[in-house]
């Protein structure tokens, strides 16, 4: 996926033609006691059940992790939690996906303001083709949050610094974003993703495609971050999984098989699917 979740040219286009998927409402809410609450969660692809009845919480300020191998439903579930799938033709979504204790699937729910405060960072750095200043200030600006010039410098030196960048780039916010390097792009993609306040930041595998040092960067960012933001996290990497999170979540063949504490997943794993997994089993 190559879009940023508020503000990609590609996303901007696609949250208003949601209507062409089917998502089949739930008969009843159940109220949950995390950010997050998915109760019963399935989502096919046509006739293809990718995710099988999935129960989650996903707790305030802290970082969840989704944790499985290749093609186990981990992107799909967590791209449920800001309606990215409504983007794929013959998606369904059936179940309870309740934020705050309102299901975000309800026909009423404005998917563009879904979106802003459940922010998206991809595997790829995907800066849009902008100075750095107008790649940070996008989102605040179509979404009416800022308007004047000096409310607009603000956002950007405040979601700059959020994203551990300010240092590097403040002299230079006029430079074009493709020509920082690749952590520092996926920097400004975080920066981009928190200028407009959202609540939430799901992240799909987003060191995947950086090295050990930018990579470091980032963890330390998430661990900075969670004290104003809930995130989520899809990776493959147990290592990273167990140094970045709180909470983690193991999926396998579409199915949640564990979830609890980081620490008693890794070290004392209750399902014999996890220890193996774990393990290097298979995967």
């Not at 610094?161 to 006029?174: F, I, Q, Y």
């Amino acid at each position: 996926m190559s879009e940023a979740a508020f503000a990609s040219k590609e996303e901007v286009s696609v949250s208003e033609t949601t209507s062409e998927n089917t998502v089949e409402q739930p008969q009843h809410s159940v109220i949950g006691e995390g950010k997050f609450s998915a109760r019963d969660v399935h989502v096919f692809y046509g006739d293809n059940e990718a995710i099988k009845g999935v129960d989650l919480e996903v707790e305030s300020h802290k970082v969840t992790a989704l944790i499985g191998p290749s093609g186990c439903g981990k992107s799909t579930f967590l791209r449920c939690l800001n309606r990215m799938n409504d983007t794929i033709d013959g998606c369904r979504v059936t179940g309870d996906i309740l934020l705050d204790g309102d299901n975000i699937y309800d026909p009423k729910v404005d998917v563009v303001q879904l979106r802003a405060r459940v922010g998206m960072v991809f595997q790829k750095p995907n800066p849009f083709p902008k100075s750095i200043f107008e790649n940070v200030v996008y989102g605040p600006k179509i979404h009416g949050l800022a308007t004047r010039q000096d409310e607009l410098e603000h956002v950007a030196e405040v979601s700059l610094k959020r994203a551990g960048l300010w240092d590097e780039v403040s002299d230079r916010l006029d430079t074009p974003g493709t020509s920082l390097s690749g952590g520092q792009q996926q920097r400004l993609c975080i920066a981009r993703a928190i200028a407009v306040s959202p609540e939430v930041i799901l992240m799909d595998e987003p060191c995947s495609a950086l090295d050990p040092i930018a990579t470091a960067r980032i963890e330390e960012l998430i661990d900075e971050l969670r004290e104003k933001f809930s995130i989520v996290i899809v990776t493959h990497s147990m290592q990273q999984a167990a140094r970045v999170s709180q909470k983690t979540a193991f999926f396998h063949l579409g199915e949640l098989v564990e979830k609890g504490e980081t620490e008693q997943i890794f070290t004392n794993p209750r399902e014999d699917r996890t220890r193996d997994y774990i393990t290097g089993r298979f995967g």
